[in-house]
Nanobody, 122 residues
Framework: QVQLVESGGGLAQAGGSLRLSCAASGSIFTINIMGWYRQAPGNQRELLAT???????NYADSEKGRFTISRDNAKNTVYLQMNSLKPEDTSVYYC????????????????WGQGTQVTVSS
């Protein structure tokens, strides 16, 4: 059993910043890639950024420069620092992890958090 729990969402003003956290816990063997997505009502879930275990990062072009992803491998935690927030950043933010559990050490599986709401006011 693996759980991903996001935190740090909430209300922010345009131009402000928020830092999201996502902690993975449970029967984890290794975590290969962690990432952040978001989904606004009526829209598809969109990729924001991913980070590999060697800290290699990949960003969606649209948010490159405003959002920064990082991770703490010792804590199985991924972060998303969001700066210069805009009202259009209002969305539910989800973290994801591609990992192997102790039970199935040769199989990579994808897990998702429950999402955290970010609302940016103008």
């Amino acid at each position: 059993q693996v759980q991903l729990v996001e935190s740090g969402g909430g209300l922010a003003q345009a131009g402000g910043s928020l830092r999201l956290s996502c902690a993975a816990s449970g029967s984890i063997f290794t975590i290969n890639i962690m990432g952040w997505y978001r989904q606004a009502p009526g829209n598809q879930r969109e990729l924001l950024a991913t980070i590999a275990s060697d800290d290699y990062t990949n960003y969606a072009d649209s948010e490159k420069g405003r959002f920064t992803i990082s991770r703490d491998n010792a804590k199985n935690t991924v972060y998303l620092q969001m700066n210069s927030l805009k009202p259009e950043d209002t969305s539910v933010y989800y973290c994801t992890a591609l990992l192997k559990t102790r039970l199935t050490q040769s199989v990579l599986s994808t897990y998702w958090g429950q999402g955290t709401q970010v609302t940016v006011s103008s």
